[in-house]
């Protein structure tokens, strides 16, 4: 089992930056590869970014390529999203999930947190 609880969402102007942070519980986190998935409203849950659990291996959807780093410590039990030159088009609930597997499709992953809110202003 793994529980999972993000933070670290908020309100911005176009062009700045936050940091999410997903605090995870329970002994298989450090073989769970890890994922940030995020869904506007009327619109499907789209993966962001994932990571293995070594933090050696890393993809990211096109849109965040270059904005966004996703990065874990497996010490403190924790991944975080580091979001850089937020774009309105960024807008949506951000939730971190954890999977067996390297794959960006949401339903492959077994554990969920709650999301959190980021909002970007232009």
Not at 93 to 104: E, L, N
Request: net charge neutral.
């Amino acid at each position: 089992q793994v529980q999972l609880v993000e933070s670290g969402g908020g309100s911005v102007q176009a062009g700045g930056s936050l940091r999410l942070s997903c605090a995870a519980s329970g002994r298989t986190f450090i073989r769970s590869v890890m994922g940030w998935f995020r869904q506007a409203p009327g619109e499907e849950r789209e993966f962001v970014a994932i990571i293995t659990w070594s933090g050696g291996r890393t993809f990211y959807r096109d849109s965040v390529e270059g904005r966004f780093t996703i990065s874990r410590d497996n010490a403190k039990n924790t991944v975080y999203l580091q979001m850089d030159s937020l774009k309105p088009e960024d807008t949506a609930v951000y939730y971190c999930a954890a999977s067996k597997g390297f794959t960006v499709t949401h339903s492959d992953y077994d554990y969920w947190g709650q999301g959190t809110q980021v909002t970007v202003s232009s």
